[in-house]
């Protein structure tokens, strides 16, 4: 009885208050309870030593999808490990991109040097890692380092203190100038951040106006593709930038703009 108290509680705290939501819920309550019966029935006549633990009710997976195929990450981590794979370089370098997304998609195929101004304490196959701050002043060997480089959904902290960076108003034009030292010449750079009217939200990112990244680009990059998800998470590959579209930012408030560039 305790045992069946307990799991009614933990039921009950995982209702919303919202009536829509607490009807639907109330529902996957039933089914559960409708589930856990039939297959403590089963249990007591399998003959097979498999007790149950405590109880773990999961009521919102039952009417969920199969999964999230949609966002920022998702599409700019599988839309720029793709480009890695087909153009295949000699050395790849990434700057602070998310590991257990795009840095793991391609060390599944190659090997992969992460550059981040946080520790990783993990040693992981493909996976080189170099503890840097990308503000400050690179070692000379980095110079020219590699044909190849990524910095995903990262940039756009740089300076903002988030992760135990220091606080630089312009940390991110240190970052690109550095990113672009790194870069050998006509070596292609992956580039993504938040797209939209320009404002910083503090501490958690900023956000770019397109307008104002093509000019920061101008004679250090040619941009060669660009991508970007929308503000409903679906992703419009190899887009041409039109001055209107532009403009406008793509009339994404909080879009994701991709770019494939090469070192001018």
Known sequence: MNRLIRSFYSTLVNLPLEPGKTIGRLGSFLSYYRDLSELKRQQSISGISFPFGRARPCLEDRDAEGGTAKGHYFHQDLLVA????????????????????FVAHVASFREIEVFDVRPLPANIANIQFRCVDLMGSIGKQFINYCDSISCLHALEHFGLGRY??????????????????????????????????????????RVFALEYLLELFRNRFRVDRFSYVDDQGHLHEDVLLHNAEVTKNFDCTYGCGIFEMKKC
Do not use: W
């Open 82 to 101: 793709k480009r890695i794979f087909v153009n295949a370089p000699r050395l790849h370098a990434d700057i602070g991109s998310r590991i257990d997304g």
């Open 164 to 205: 135990g960076d220091r606080v630089k108003f312009d940390g991110y034009l240190d970052g690109l100038d550095n990113i672009h030292r790194m870069l050998q010449a006509n070596g292609t750079c992956y580039l993504s951040v938040p797209i939209g009217p320009q404002r910083i939200e503090f501490n958690a990112h």
